[in-house]
């Protein structure tokens, strides 16, 4: 690919990242705003609700612009936003599944938390709302499944009301199919050197939009089909170093 071409490419994976963020926490901003102007001092269910299905949808569409290395322990900015190495120093950087599972839950969890302790509708009418119990389970495969079981209590003065439920809820976004292509290109880069086979990213019915920038590699996948919401789409997005920058692309 030529120069200018690459530059090109790479401005684009970074407006689309851009764009997808912007529209992503603008549109779940005013639905988080709106709920809680809705809300009433007999449901603090509805809210909590709120909080883990909206929270549950930011973790989800991070985890994606993170290349599912949620903590970035190596990454490179992109304009405003940072993206994860899932090979850096001739080293793998990308976790197994479980592990992505495992950390993203906990992800989920802090944003959780954060969100109830915003719960500033019922503090300000002298009612304190508690937490016993936050126990999700979160799968990642053809679909991401949040199943959460939870208790919290509502209290002011002497009087006390206890809440107890369990969510279920499913986003359809085949993230298990972003995880092998990644796999599948970081495995390519470890074995075949600097080497990235086009006629196998063409295969995976995936739309690849992919730059080369220095020594870095970007790459942006989407299927078309995984979706966080109707207005928003699936977007999977990592880097690898594939050295010096004079490898060549096949």
Known sequence: MKKGGQVTVFIIIAIIIVVIVVAFFTLFSSNRELSEKDGNLENPEKLLEDCIEVEGLKSLAILGLRGGDI???KSINLGDNAIS???YENKK????LEEIRSDFEVFFLDNV???IDNFSYFSDQGYEIKVLKFSPTISLSETVSFAVDYSLTKTK???SILFEDNIDYVVPVNF???YKAADNIVWMREELGGTVDFFYLLEQD???TMSQEGDSLFFLLEDGASV???EIGYVYSFAIQVGGGNETLV
Do not use: I, R, T
Request: glycine share 4%; proline share 0%; net charge negative.
């Open 71 to 73: 903590e970035q322990k």
């Open 85 to 87: 190495y899932l090979f």
């Open 93 to 96: 950087q990308l976790e197994s």
């Open 113 to 115: 938390n954060a969100c």
């Open 157 to 159: 003065g002497d009087n």
């Open 176 to 178: 298990s199919k972003y």
């Open 206 to 208: 995936l739309n690849v």
């Open 228 to 230: 966080l919401n109707e």
